[in-house]
Protein backbone atom coordinates (compact mmCIF):
# COMPACT_ATOMS: atom_id res chain seq x y z
CA UNK A 1 0.00 0.00 0.00
CA UNK A 2 3.05 2.24 0.83
CA UNK A 3 4.70 1.59 -2.20
CA UNK A 4 1.28 1.90 -4.32
CA UNK A 5 0.99 5.94 -2.37
CA UNK A 6 4.76 6.58 -3.69
CA UNK A 7 3.70 6.10 -6.73
CA UNK A 8 0.76 7.84 -6.95
CA UNK A 9 2.91 10.77 -4.79
CA UNK A 10 5.32 10.85 -7.63
CA UNK A 11 3.15 10.78 -10.46
CA UNK A 12 1.67 14.20 -8.72
CA UNK A 13 4.60 15.36 -8.41
CA UNK A 14 5.31 14.59 -12.27
CA UNK A 15 1.98 16.03 -12.81
CA UNK A 16 1.91 19.74 -10.71
CA UNK A 17 4.35 21.30 -12.93
CA UNK A 18 2.83 20.73 -16.32
CA UNK A 19 -0.35 22.00 -15.02
CA UNK A 20 1.18 25.24 -13.84
CA UNK A 21 2.93 25.58 -16.93
CA UNK A 22 -0.25 25.42 -18.58
CA UNK A 23 -1.67 27.53 -16.38
CA UNK A 24 0.52 30.47 -17.41
CA UNK A 25 -1.43 30.83 -20.01
CA UNK A 26 -2.76 33.83 -18.81
CA UNK A 27 -1.35 36.17 -16.46
CA UNK A 28 -1.70 36.49 -12.88
CA UNK A 29 -4.02 39.05 -11.54
CA UNK A 30 -1.51 41.53 -10.14
CA UNK A 31 -1.91 45.85 -10.01
CA UNK A 32 0.37 45.52 -13.29
CA UNK A 33 -2.28 43.65 -15.20
CA UNK A 34 -5.23 46.27 -14.30
CA UNK A 35 -2.97 48.95 -15.32
CA UNK A 36 -2.17 47.29 -18.84
CA UNK A 37 -5.81 46.38 -19.31
CA UNK A 38 -6.72 50.02 -18.87
CA UNK A 39 -3.73 51.37 -21.07
CA UNK A 40 -4.80 48.21 -23.54
CA UNK A 41 -8.51 49.53 -23.63
CA UNK A 42 -7.42 53.33 -23.74
CA UNK A 43 -5.22 52.28 -27.29
CA UNK A 44 -8.43 50.35 -28.82
CA UNK A 45 -10.42 53.57 -28.42
CA UNK A 46 -7.70 55.70 -29.62
CA UNK A 47 -5.86 53.97 -32.11
CA UNK A 48 -9.14 53.06 -33.80
CA UNK A 49 -10.03 57.05 -34.08
CA UNK A 50 -6.52 57.55 -35.38
CA UNK A 51 -7.32 54.75 -37.92
CA UNK A 52 -10.98 55.70 -38.94
CA UNK A 53 -10.61 59.59 -38.58
CA UNK A 54 -7.04 60.51 -38.82
CA UNK A 55 -5.37 58.03 -41.58
CA UNK A 56 -9.47 58.43 -43.20
CA UNK A 57 -10.03 54.86 -43.71
CA UNK A 58 -13.51 54.73 -42.55
CA UNK A 59 -15.28 52.60 -40.24
CA UNK A 60 -15.91 49.74 -42.77
CA UNK A 61 -12.05 49.71 -43.47
CA UNK A 62 -10.68 50.09 -40.44
CA UNK A 63 -12.85 47.25 -39.02
CA UNK A 64 -11.37 44.75 -41.60
CA UNK A 65 -8.03 45.51 -40.84
CA UNK A 66 -8.34 45.23 -37.08
CA UNK A 67 -10.35 41.84 -37.43
CA UNK A 68 -7.89 40.49 -39.37
CA UNK A 69 -4.74 41.58 -37.24
CA UNK A 70 -6.74 40.30 -34.30
CA UNK A 71 -7.51 36.66 -35.73
CA UNK A 72 -3.74 36.74 -36.59
CA UNK A 73 -2.20 37.63 -33.56
CA UNK A 74 -5.03 35.28 -31.56
CA UNK A 75 -3.69 32.45 -33.51
CA UNK A 76 -0.23 32.58 -32.02
CA UNK A 77 -2.01 33.18 -28.90
CA UNK A 78 -3.76 29.68 -29.02
CA UNK A 79 -0.79 28.42 -30.53
CA UNK A 80 1.85 28.94 -27.87
CA UNK A 81 2.45 26.45 -24.85
CA UNK A 82 2.61 29.03 -22.14
CA UNK A 83 1.59 32.37 -21.41
CA UNK A 84 3.66 35.50 -23.58
CA UNK A 85 3.15 38.31 -22.47
CA UNK A 86 4.16 40.32 -26.09
CA UNK A 87 1.48 38.02 -27.66
CA UNK A 88 -1.18 38.09 -25.01
CA UNK A 89 -1.37 41.41 -24.20
CA UNK A 90 -0.96 42.36 -28.33
CA UNK A 91 -4.21 40.16 -28.28
CA UNK A 92 -6.22 42.41 -25.79
CA UNK A 93 -5.27 45.56 -27.20
CA UNK A 94 -6.44 43.96 -30.91
CA UNK A 95 -9.45 42.18 -29.38
CA UNK A 96 -10.28 45.59 -27.77
CA UNK A 97 -10.04 47.40 -30.76
CA UNK A 98 -11.99 45.00 -32.57
CA UNK A 99 -14.60 44.83 -29.76
CA UNK A 100 -15.34 48.29 -30.12
CA UNK A 101 -15.43 48.59 -33.84
CA UNK A 102 -18.54 45.77 -33.90
CA UNK A 103 -20.41 47.89 -31.11
CA UNK A 104 -19.49 51.08 -33.72
CA UNK A 105 -20.79 49.23 -36.86
CA UNK A 106 -23.60 48.13 -35.10
CA UNK A 107 -24.46 51.54 -34.01
CA UNK A 108 -23.03 54.07 -36.78
CA UNK A 109 -23.26 51.57 -39.82
CA UNK A 110 -26.38 49.91 -38.96
CA UNK A 111 -28.46 52.17 -37.07
CA UNK A 112 -28.67 49.90 -34.20
CA UNK A 113 -29.96 51.40 -30.83
CA UNK A 114 -27.34 51.35 -28.06
CA UNK A 115 -30.06 50.60 -25.49
CA UNK A 116 -30.36 47.39 -27.91
CA UNK A 117 -27.04 46.47 -28.17
CA UNK A 118 -26.32 46.79 -24.45
CA UNK A 119 -29.05 44.07 -23.64
CA UNK A 120 -27.92 41.79 -26.48
CA UNK A 121 -24.09 42.26 -25.51
CA UNK A 122 -25.81 41.51 -22.49
CA UNK A 123 -27.54 38.47 -23.14
CA UNK A 124 -24.43 37.15 -24.53
CA UNK A 125 -21.76 37.58 -22.20
CA UNK A 126 -24.30 35.76 -19.74
CA UNK A 127 -24.98 32.93 -22.29
CA UNK A 128 -20.73 32.49 -22.34
CA UNK A 129 -20.59 32.83 -18.83
CA UNK A 130 -23.52 30.31 -18.19
CA UNK A 131 -22.51 27.80 -20.82
CA UNK A 132 -18.09 27.96 -19.60
CA UNK A 133 -19.59 27.13 -15.93
CA UNK A 134 -21.35 24.54 -17.18
CA UNK A 135 -18.59 22.64 -19.59
CA UNK A 136 -16.22 23.62 -17.29
CA UNK A 137 -17.59 24.28 -13.39
CA UNK A 138 -15.28 27.28 -13.05
CA UNK A 139 -15.26 30.63 -14.16
CA UNK A 140 -11.65 31.20 -13.13
CA UNK A 141 -9.12 32.60 -15.55
CA UNK A 142 -6.84 30.48 -13.50
CA UNK A 143 -7.64 27.77 -15.10
CA UNK A 144 -7.14 28.69 -18.77
CA UNK A 145 -5.13 25.14 -19.52
CA UNK A 146 -7.25 23.45 -22.31
CA UNK A 147 -8.13 24.84 -26.14
CA UNK A 148 -12.19 25.16 -24.84
CA UNK A 149 -11.41 27.13 -21.86
CA UNK A 150 -9.41 29.58 -23.70
CA UNK A 151 -11.99 29.77 -26.34
CA UNK A 152 -14.54 30.44 -23.72
CA UNK A 153 -11.68 32.86 -22.14
CA UNK A 154 -11.46 34.93 -25.40
CA UNK A 155 -15.43 35.23 -26.37
CA UNK A 156 -15.82 36.36 -22.63
CA UNK A 157 -13.43 39.47 -23.42
CA UNK A 158 -14.61 40.42 -26.91
CA UNK A 159 -18.02 40.25 -25.40
CA UNK A 160 -16.94 42.44 -22.33
CA UNK A 161 -15.17 44.84 -25.22
CA UNK A 162 -18.29 45.04 -26.78
CA UNK A 163 -20.89 45.93 -24.26
CA UNK A 164 -18.50 48.11 -22.44
CA UNK A 165 -18.26 50.03 -25.31
CA UNK A 166 -22.35 50.42 -25.48
CA UNK A 167 -22.76 50.94 -21.91
CA UNK A 168 -20.40 53.99 -22.02
CA UNK A 169 -21.42 55.34 -25.11
CA UNK A 170 -25.10 55.39 -24.19
CA UNK A 171 -24.32 57.38 -20.84
CA UNK A 172 -21.45 58.92 -22.09
CA UNK A 173 -22.77 60.52 -25.36
CA UNK A 174 -26.25 59.41 -25.49
CA UNK A 175 -27.24 60.60 -22.09
CA UNK A 176 -24.71 63.49 -22.15
CA UNK A 177 -22.69 62.61 -19.04
CA UNK A 178 -19.53 63.11 -20.76
CA UNK A 179 -16.26 61.16 -20.81
CA UNK A 180 -14.89 62.57 -17.63
CA UNK A 181 -17.89 62.56 -15.29
CA UNK A 182 -18.69 58.70 -16.76
CA UNK A 183 -14.74 57.58 -16.27
CA UNK A 184 -15.42 59.08 -12.59
CA UNK A 185 -18.23 56.84 -11.96
CA UNK A 186 -16.73 53.60 -13.53
CA UNK A 187 -13.81 54.65 -11.25
CA UNK A 188 -15.86 55.12 -7.71
CA UNK A 189 -18.09 51.73 -8.64
CA UNK A 190 -14.56 49.74 -9.19
CA UNK A 191 -13.93 50.87 -6.27
CA UNK A 192 -17.00 49.62 -4.45
CA UNK A 193 -16.36 46.49 -6.12
CA UNK A 194 -12.61 46.32 -4.60
CA UNK A 195 -13.92 46.81 -1.24
CA UNK A 196 -16.73 44.17 -1.57
CA UNK A 197 -14.26 41.92 -2.70
CA UNK A 198 -12.05 42.81 0.67
CA UNK A 199 -15.25 42.24 2.45
CA UNK A 200 -15.76 38.25 1.35
CA UNK A 201 -17.37 39.04 -2.47
CA UNK A 202 -16.55 36.29 -4.70
CA UNK A 203 -13.30 36.64 -6.44
CA UNK A 204 -14.24 35.33 -10.40
CA UNK A 205 -17.18 37.58 -9.43
CA UNK A 206 -15.34 40.48 -8.59
CA UNK A 207 -12.69 40.21 -11.25
CA UNK A 208 -15.35 40.04 -14.52
CA UNK A 209 -16.84 43.17 -12.77
CA UNK A 210 -14.55 44.99 -12.85
CA UNK A 211 -13.11 43.45 -16.00
CA UNK A 212 -16.03 44.91 -17.76
CA UNK A 213 -15.89 48.16 -16.12
CA UNK A 214 -12.27 48.53 -17.40
CA UNK A 215 -13.43 48.79 -20.89
CA UNK A 216 -15.73 52.36 -20.37
CA UNK A 217 -13.07 53.37 -17.82
CA UNK A 218 -10.73 53.27 -20.81
CA UNK A 219 -12.58 54.58 -23.23
CA UNK A 220 -13.25 57.37 -21.22
CA UNK A 221 -9.64 58.52 -20.41
CA UNK A 222 -8.84 57.76 -23.74
CA UNK A 223 -11.19 60.42 -25.08
CA UNK A 224 -10.82 62.67 -22.54
CA UNK A 225 -7.02 62.84 -23.46
CA UNK A 226 -7.96 62.92 -27.47
CA UNK A 227 -10.75 64.90 -27.97
CA UNK A 228 -10.30 68.90 -28.56
CA UNK A 229 -10.68 71.09 -25.38
CA UNK A 230 -13.84 72.28 -27.32
CA UNK A 231 -15.36 68.97 -26.61
CA UNK A 232 -14.31 69.00 -22.95
CA UNK A 233 -10.95 67.24 -23.46
CA UNK A 234 -7.23 67.78 -23.49
CA UNK A 235 -6.90 68.13 -27.10
CA UNK A 236 -4.08 66.15 -27.05
CA UNK A 237 -5.21 64.43 -30.23
CA UNK A 238 -5.47 60.51 -31.32
CA UNK A 239 -1.65 60.17 -32.54
CA UNK A 240 -0.51 61.59 -29.27
CA UNK A 241 -2.38 59.88 -27.19
CA UNK A 242 -2.06 56.68 -28.78
CA UNK A 243 1.56 56.73 -28.97
CA UNK A 244 2.02 57.73 -25.22
CA UNK A 245 -0.32 54.85 -24.08
CA UNK A 246 1.96 52.20 -26.45
CA UNK A 247 4.81 53.28 -25.16
CA UNK A 248 3.52 52.93 -21.61
CA UNK A 249 2.55 49.71 -22.52
CA UNK A 250 6.16 48.38 -24.43
CA UNK A 251 7.39 49.30 -20.73
CA UNK A 252 5.18 47.35 -18.77
CA UNK A 253 5.25 44.23 -20.49
CA UNK A 254 9.08 44.55 -20.96
CA UNK A 255 9.42 44.96 -17.66
CA UNK A 256 6.71 41.86 -17.06
CA UNK A 257 8.98 39.80 -19.49
CA UNK A 258 11.73 39.82 -17.09
CA UNK A 259 10.26 39.85 -13.88
CA UNK A 260 7.91 36.97 -14.71
CA UNK A 261 5.82 38.80 -11.36
CA UNK A 262 2.88 38.19 -13.76
CA UNK A 263 3.62 34.43 -13.94
CA UNK A 264 2.20 33.00 -10.85
CA UNK A 265 -0.23 30.60 -9.72
CA UNK A 266 0.02 31.27 -5.95
CA UNK A 267 -3.78 32.54 -6.10
CA UNK A 268 -5.24 30.07 -8.05
CA UNK A 269 -5.79 27.43 -4.95
CA UNK A 270 -7.21 30.14 -2.80
CA UNK A 271 -9.46 31.27 -5.24
CA UNK A 272 -10.83 27.84 -6.50
CA UNK A 273 -11.51 26.81 -2.91
CA UNK A 274 -13.48 30.47 -2.36
CA UNK A 275 -15.39 29.37 -5.77
CA UNK A 276 -16.42 25.51 -5.06
CA UNK A 277 -16.11 25.71 -1.08
CA UNK A 278 -19.84 27.32 -0.92
CA UNK A 279 -21.17 27.64 -4.41
CA UNK A 280 -24.60 28.48 -3.23
CA UNK A 281 -23.24 31.66 -1.07
CA UNK A 282 -21.71 32.71 -5.11
CA UNK A 283 -25.02 32.15 -6.64
CA UNK A 284 -26.71 34.53 -4.39
CA UNK A 285 -24.07 37.01 -4.53
CA UNK A 286 -24.40 37.03 -8.57
CA UNK A 287 -27.96 37.72 -8.34
CA UNK A 288 -27.76 40.00 -5.75
CA UNK A 289 -25.09 42.08 -7.53
CA UNK A 290 -26.83 41.78 -11.01
CA UNK A 291 -30.07 43.06 -9.15
CA UNK A 292 -28.10 46.22 -8.07
CA UNK A 293 -26.55 46.67 -11.18
CA UNK A 294 -29.62 46.39 -13.40
CA UNK A 295 -31.16 48.66 -10.90
CA UNK A 296 -29.24 51.02 -10.90
CA UNK A 297 -28.40 51.13 -14.36
CA UNK A 298 -31.99 51.24 -15.68
CA UNK A 299 -32.88 53.81 -13.00
CA UNK A 300 -29.95 56.18 -13.98
CA UNK A 301 -31.79 55.78 -17.23
CA UNK A 302 -34.72 56.04 -17.27
CA UNK A 303 -34.38 59.41 -14.94
CA UNK A 304 -31.55 60.70 -17.36
CA UNK A 305 -33.85 60.38 -20.32
CA UNK A 306 -36.82 61.69 -18.41
CA UNK A 307 -34.55 65.05 -17.59
CA UNK A 308 -33.63 65.25 -21.20
CA UNK A 309 -37.37 65.20 -22.39
CA UNK A 310 -37.79 67.86 -19.78
CA UNK A 311 -35.08 69.96 -20.65
CA UNK A 312 -35.88 70.22 -24.28
CA UNK A 313 -38.17 72.52 -25.07
CA UNK A 314 -39.21 70.50 -28.63
CA UNK A 315 -39.19 67.34 -26.99
CA UNK A 316 -42.90 66.51 -28.02
CA UNK A 317 -41.47 67.67 -31.81
CA UNK A 318 -42.21 64.34 -34.14
CA UNK A 319 -39.55 65.64 -36.58
CA UNK A 320 -35.77 67.99 -36.49
CA UNK A 321 -37.05 70.54 -38.61
CA UNK A 322 -35.98 74.20 -37.46
CA UNK A 323 -33.36 72.64 -35.01
CA UNK A 324 -30.48 71.89 -37.39
CA UNK A 325 -29.89 75.26 -38.60
CA UNK A 326 -26.96 75.77 -36.65
CA UNK A 327 -24.94 72.57 -37.93
CA UNK A 328 -26.04 73.45 -42.04
CA UNK A 329 -24.04 76.94 -41.16
CA UNK A 330 -21.02 75.32 -39.86
CA UNK A 331 -20.78 72.70 -42.39
CA UNK A 332 -21.63 75.72 -45.24
CA UNK A 333 -18.51 77.54 -43.60
CA UNK A 334 -16.35 74.07 -44.07
CA UNK A 335 -17.18 73.91 -47.59
CA UNK A 336 -16.14 77.33 -47.95
CA UNK A 337 -12.40 76.60 -46.24
CA UNK A 338 -12.24 73.63 -48.41
CA UNK A 339 -13.01 75.06 -51.78
CA UNK A 340 -10.43 77.55 -50.67
CA UNK A 341 -7.76 74.86 -49.96
CA UNK A 342 -8.22 76.32 -46.15
CA UNK A 343 -7.96 72.97 -43.98
CA UNK A 344 -6.57 74.50 -41.18
CA UNK A 345 -10.24 76.19 -40.47
CA UNK A 346 -11.94 73.33 -42.06
CA UNK A 347 -9.99 71.32 -39.09
CA UNK A 348 -11.95 74.06 -36.53
CA UNK A 349 -14.73 73.80 -38.17
CA UNK A 350 -14.76 69.89 -37.66
CA UNK A 351 -14.47 70.33 -33.97
CA UNK A 352 -16.66 72.75 -33.97
CA UNK A 353 -19.38 70.71 -35.57
CA UNK A 354 -18.37 67.53 -33.34
CA UNK A 355 -18.98 69.38 -30.35
CA UNK A 356 -21.98 70.94 -30.72
CA UNK A 357 -23.50 67.96 -32.67
CA UNK A 358 -22.06 66.05 -29.50
CA UNK A 359 -23.57 68.20 -27.04
CA UNK A 360 -26.84 68.20 -28.64
CA UNK A 361 -27.04 64.34 -29.38
CA UNK A 362 -29.14 63.73 -26.24
CA UNK A 363 -32.01 66.31 -26.92
CA UNK A 364 -31.94 65.64 -31.07
CA UNK A 365 -31.71 61.71 -31.03
CA UNK A 366 -35.12 61.96 -28.48
CA UNK A 367 -36.72 63.72 -31.16
CA UNK A 368 -35.81 61.35 -33.87
CA UNK A 369 -33.47 59.00 -33.55
CA UNK A 370 -33.42 57.36 -36.96
CA UNK A 371 -32.75 60.95 -38.67
CA UNK A 372 -30.03 61.40 -36.13
CA UNK A 373 -28.30 58.30 -36.43
CA UNK A 374 -28.19 58.58 -40.53
CA UNK A 375 -27.07 62.52 -40.30
CA UNK A 376 -24.51 61.41 -37.32
CA UNK A 377 -23.32 58.47 -40.57
CA UNK A 378 -22.50 61.54 -42.72
CA UNK A 379 -20.61 64.35 -40.20
CA UNK A 380 -18.79 60.65 -39.29
CA UNK A 381 -17.16 60.62 -42.79
CA UNK A 382 -16.80 64.57 -42.83
CA UNK A 383 -14.98 64.18 -39.81
CA UNK A 384 -12.45 61.28 -41.09
CA UNK A 385 -12.26 63.50 -44.64
CA UNK A 386 -11.58 66.45 -43.12
CA UNK A 387 -8.73 65.46 -40.44
CA UNK A 388 -7.25 63.00 -42.80
CA UNK A 389 -3.28 63.61 -42.32
CA UNK A 390 -3.34 64.90 -46.39
CA UNK A 391 -6.98 65.18 -46.94
CA UNK A 392 -8.43 65.15 -50.52
CA UNK A 393 -10.66 68.25 -51.66
CA UNK A 394 -13.19 66.32 -53.72
CA UNK A 395 -13.84 63.45 -51.06
CA UNK A 396 -14.26 66.45 -48.73
CA UNK A 397 -16.86 68.76 -50.81
CA UNK A 398 -18.13 64.85 -50.97
CA UNK A 399 -18.97 63.73 -47.92
CA UNK A 400 -20.08 67.82 -47.32
CA UNK A 401 -22.59 68.00 -50.24
CA UNK A 402 -24.38 64.92 -49.11
CA UNK A 403 -24.24 65.48 -45.05
CA UNK A 404 -25.97 69.32 -46.14
CA UNK A 405 -28.60 67.23 -48.67
CA UNK A 406 -29.42 65.21 -45.44
CA UNK A 407 -29.52 68.13 -42.94
CA UNK A 408 -31.23 70.39 -44.95
CA UNK A 409 -33.61 67.48 -45.78
CA UNK A 410 -34.38 66.82 -42.65
CA UNK A 411 -34.66 70.73 -40.75
CA UNK A 412 -37.96 71.50 -43.21
Known sequence: MKGNNLVVSEQIEMVQPTARQMLSKVPE?????????????????????????????????????????????????????????????????????FGTLVTDNLTDGMGVPLELSTVVFSAL???????????????????????????FYWLTILFTFALGTAVGDLYSEQLGFGYLKTGITVILIIGCIFIAWKMRLDGVLSFWIAYILTRPLGASLGDYLSQPKVNGGLGLGTTVTSVIFLVAILAIIVFLAVSKIDINAKSETAETNQTNGNKKNVLLQTI?????????????????????????????????????????????????????????????????????????????????????????????????????????????????????SVLNNANK
Request: glycine fraction near 8%; hydrophobic fraction near 45%; aromatic fraction near 12%.
Open 29 to 97: VTIFFWIIKVLCTTVGETFADFLNFNLGLGLTNTTIIMGVSFFIVLFFQFKSVKYTPGVYWLTVVLISV
Open 125 to 151: LGLTFLFWYLSEKTLSIHSIFTVKREV
Open 288 to 404: ITLCIFLGAGIGGYIGRSNDIAAQSNNASQATLGGQLSGFIKIENDMLNNVNSNNFVSAKKDADNLEHDWDADEPKLRKIDGRTWTKIDGTIDVILASVRSSNPDVSKCKSALNNSL
